[in-house]
């Protein structure tokens, strides 16, 4: 057993992942062989990931506030406070804060044999974002 009592001081989202405001809390990285990353990741009014892809999976649960998470080819689909999202394995995707509510969520990967926890695409279209 491991307890950890101090963590890594939060840090803004990389531009060239996010749009808008982000912050990421790393909550969990294990010693391998364990290979379960968790962030808590808090995303002001409208900001929001790049289109993105995990190697295994991800499951996102809202903590606080609302947001909005679409896969390729499927509607934006409304997420609140309590909300748990399954996304499968190479599903095209993207999330992040309602336009004009702030929202948190626990973003929980494993990451790939090679440490490739995403692959990160293009931004979402400005026009596609629901205003």
Not at 63 to 92: F, K, M, N, S, Y
Request: charged content about 20%; proline content about 8%.
């Amino acid at each position: 057993m491991h307890i950890t009592r101090i963590r890594p001081e939060s840090r803004p989202g990389p531009a060239e992942h996010f749009t808008g405001t982000v912050w990421l809390d790393e909550i969990a990285s294990p010693e391998a062989p364990s290979r379960l990353r968790m962030f808590s990741v808090h995303f002001t009014p409208g900001a929001h990931t790049a289109w993105h892809r995990h190697p295994h999976g991800q499951v996102l649960h809202v903590t606080e506030g609302e947001g909005l998470v679409q896969r390729d080819g499927g509607p934006v689909e409304r997420i609140r406070a309590g909300d748990t999202v399954w996304i499968a394995p190479g599903e095209r995707h993207w999330h992040g804060a309602a336009p004009r509510t702030f929202m948190t969520h626990l973003a929980v990967v494993e990451a790939a044999e090679d440490g490739t926890t995403a692959h990160w695409d293009e931004h979402v279209a400005v026009d596609a974002y629901p205003a």
